[in-house]
Structures are given as structure tokens and as C-alpha cells.
């Protein structure tokens, strides 16, 4: 069972910069790491994951503006969010999946609110 913790989320500026961070209370090394964020009233989407061999997907409406990288030693996944717009504003989830073994877990999400 591997627990993960969200934070950096909090209120900003439009235009402005967050990080993310979701830390694992085990080794996420063979896990494939994704965050994904929830408006209100929308549905959960995907944002940004990174393989447990560090390649990288983004949604495209977030390309050029978000990064996700991964510290394997520090047990720890980034997002890395510039230029932030009014539209990004939601609750921001982790996730550590490694389905081969059946194993997916999801943190219990972050506040990011941008002010426009």
C-alpha cells in the first residue's frame, strides 16, 4: 500500500507559477506517476504522468506551460505549473499506478485557484 500526499496548491495570480509536489510513503520507482485535476462540476482529467522510465505526456492544454518530473530517491513526483490561466483552477490529484501488479492509488488532491 503506498499513501501519497499532495501539496503546493493555494491561490495565485493569473500568469503566475505553482509547483506541485506528491510525496509517496513507499518507493514509486516502478511506478508510472500522473497528475490529474478536477474542475467543478467536470469531470476528473488528466493533466501530466511520467513513466517509471521517465517519458512524459501532456494534455494538450497544458503543453508548453506544465512539467512533471519524478525524484525516484526523494519518493516524489512534480508539476511544475507557469503561466498559469483562470481555466486551471482545480483540485489537483496524484496518482501511482503500476498495473501489472494491480496497484493504483490516488492521493487525496490539492487546491490550485487562479485569480483572473
Known amino acids: 500500500q503506498v499513501q501519497l500526499v499532495e501539496s503546493g496548491g493555494g491561490l495565485v495570480q493569473a500568469g503566475g507559477s505553482l509547483r506541485l509536489s506528491c510525496a509517496a510513503s513507499?518507493?514509486?520507482?516502478?511506478?508510472?506517476m500522473g497528475w490529474y485535476r478536477q474542475a467543478p462540476g467536470k469531470q476528473r482529467e488528466l493533466v501530466a504522468t511520467i513513466t517509471s522510465g521517465s517519458r512524459t505526456y501532456y494534455a494538450d492544454s497544458v503543453k508548453g506551460r506544465f512539467t512533471i518530473s519524478r525524484d525516484n530517491a526523494k519518493k516524489t513526483a512534480y508539476l511544475q505549473m507557469n503561466s498559469l490561466k483562470f481555466e486551471d483552477t482545480a483540485v489537483y490529484y496524484c496518482?501511482?499506478?503500476?498495473?501489472?501488479?494491480?496497484?493504483?492509488?490516488w492521493g487525496q488532491g490539492t487546491q490550485v485557484t487562479v485569480s483572473s
Open positions: 513507499g518507493s514509486i520507482f516502478s511506478f508510472n
Open positions: 496518482r501511482a499506478s503500476f498495473l501489472a501488479v494491480r496497484e493504483d492509488y
